[in-house]
């Protein structure tokens, strides 16, 4: 089965700087990856997405990227600010599954 | 509803006891996903409904865990006999058929005593 492995598990800047979350997966046939943010005491809630047949996409601050031939992907948050503080899960979605990342814990101190 | 809803926020049970999670998914919404995030960890897939069947149960750690859905609605994750591994937050998400957007609700928090 696919198998998404997320790095680093933890992740600390300074409000402003940029800050990059990376992920590979295994299956191939896995064609949509989301990102979610998960903040104290809630459940996960989409960020951003992108589809096989793109390599980037820009939401303002955030962006992902997309390297299908070496089977990675990335979140890109510039000019981060004290509210991203949070858990970011990236995942992967074949055959109605979807595969999530153990998960990095953002922090940006003021 | 406007988002995915769970009950009860929170459980506090006694080990050995029965428990019932309940989720209300976005009204529309005909598949619904159970996910175990146990403390610092990640989404442990448990089960995924499309509309009233079970296509892939292949998450449930063991036979003291099942899940039904009835009317394409709400569902319910039962555990029986609760073990203190048992403890850990169950996440719900629904989406629309077709589709791969999921919608999380906030989660039930268990702790087995």
């Known amino acids: 089965g696919e198998n998404v492995e997320q790095h680093p598990s933890t992740l600390s800047v300074q409000e402003g700087d940029s800050a990059v979350i990376k992920c590979t997966y295994s299956?191939?046939?896995?064609?949509?990856f989301p990102w979610y943010k998960q903040e104290l005491g809630k459940g996960p809630q989409l960020i951003i997405d992108?589809?096989?047949?793109?390599g980037e996409k820009k939401d303002q601050r955030i962006a992902v990227t997309l390297n299908k031939t070496a089977k990675h992907f990335s979140l890109h948050i510039t000019e981060t600010q004290p509210e991203d503080s949070a858990v970011y899960f990236c995942?992967?979605?074949?055959?109605?599954?979807?595969?999530f990342g153990s998960g990095t814990k953002l922090n940006v101190k003021p | 509803g406007a988002g995915v809803s769970q009950s009860p926020s929170n459980k506090v049970t006694e080990k050995g006891k029965d428990v019932e999670l309940r989720c209300d998914p976005i009204?529309?919404?005909?598949?619904l996903y159970w996910y175990r995030q146990s403390l610092g960890q990640g989404l442990e897939f448990l089960i995924y409904?499309?509309?009233?069947?079970?296509?892939?149960k292949s998450g449930l750690p063991s036979d003291r865990f099942s899940a039904e859905r009835t009317g394409g609605s709400v569902s319910t994750l039962t555990i029986q006999r609760t073990q203190q591994e048992d403890s850990a937050v169950y996440l719900c998400?629904?989406?629309?058929?077709?589709?791969?957007?999921?919608?999380f609700g906030a989660g039930s928090r268990l702790t087995v005593l």
């Open positions: 009204s529309g919404h005909t598949a």
């Open positions: 299956d191939s046939a896995s064609n949509y």
């Open positions: 995942a992967s979605w074949d055959f109605n599954k979807f595969y």
């Open positions: 992108i589809r096989s047949n793109v």
């Open positions: 998400a629904s989406s629309l058929a077709g589709a791969n957007v999921l919608t």
């Open positions: 409904f499309q509309g009233n069947s079970a296509p892939d």
